[in-house]
């Protein structure tokens, strides 16, 4: 069981835009710890989509978003591409844990 | 730009001690910044194991951390993970990476390819 909460799956079609949702608590996002994002095509390693709620490294194509409010954070994908299709990880950190933490992946499959 | 890899046995048996060592390519881990460890069970998601700073301070994992060494080698450019007492559980792959940010509000990019090692008799 995560500490952060991720959807297990979404999918949209080619050229469509879907939303990656993740949920924490008073501890870790509504606390105000950022929320970073994370793709991991399969046999590969992750790699750093989103840092700091909203801010893409270079190279990250600006079709990649994302975005935090309250407890939730979420990541948004809009023009869709098959190249997409990868397990998808949020992480923040949990000062009642005392961990850094990691939802447990939504897998986006492009249909 | 910087370049990680991790090395180490790839079968380790039960009760015995796991040890991987990462090398650091593109800067000197003397320089600063954090390093961390991170691992992922076969078709599971990501488990942060723990942290150095490039002066030797760590943090770990507390759930982890009556089992978890990890320290830095600066001569070489390289940080190391011990993990002790494995049990079939901690068959994973195991990450390195670096930590930009610190602990608290930190990332890891960029990360190291991953090496798998299983625990098994």
């Known amino acids: 069981q995560s500490v952060l909460t991720q959807p297990p799956s979404v999918s949209g079609a080619p050229g469509q835009r879907v939303t990656i949702s993740c949920t924490g608590s008073?501890?870790?996002?509504?606390?105000?710890?950022?929320v970073h994002w994370y793709q991991q095509l399969p046999g590969t390693a992750p790699k750093l989509l989103i840092y700091?709620?909203?801010n893409r490294p270079s190279g990250v194509p600006d079709r990649f978003s994302g975005s935090k409010s309250g407890t939730s954070a979420s990541l948004a994908i809009s023009g869709l591409q098959a190249e997409d299709e990868a397990d998808y990880y949020c992480?923040?950190?949990?000062?009642?844990?005392?961990?850094?933490?990691f939802g447990g992946g939504t897998k986006l499959t492009v249909l | 730009q910087v370049q990680l890899q991790e090395s180490g046995p790839g079968l380790v048996k039960p009760s015995e001690t796991l040890s991987l060592t990462c090398t650091v390519s593109g800067y000197s881990i003397s320089s600063g910044y954090y390093w961390g460890w991170i691992r992922q069970p076969p078709g599971k998601g990501l488990e942060w194991i723990g942290s150095i700073y490039h002066s030797g301070s760590t943090y770990y994992n507390p759930s982890l951390k009556s089992r978890v060494t990890i320290s830095v080698d600066t001569s070489k450019n390289q940080f190391s993970l011990k993990l002790s007492s494995v049990t079939a559980a901690d068959t994973a792959v195991y990450y390195c990476?670096?930590?930009?940010?610190?602990?608290?509000?930190?990332?890891?990019?960029?990360w190291g390819q991953g090496t798998l090692v299983t625990v098994s008799s």
């Open positions: 700091g709620n909203s």
């Open positions: 992480q923040s950190y949990d000062s009642s844990l005392r961990d850094v933490v």
């Open positions: 990476a670096l930590v930009p940010g610190g602990i608290v509000d930190s990332w890891f990019d960029p």
């Open positions: 008073s501890s870790n996002i509504g606390a105000g710890y950022d």
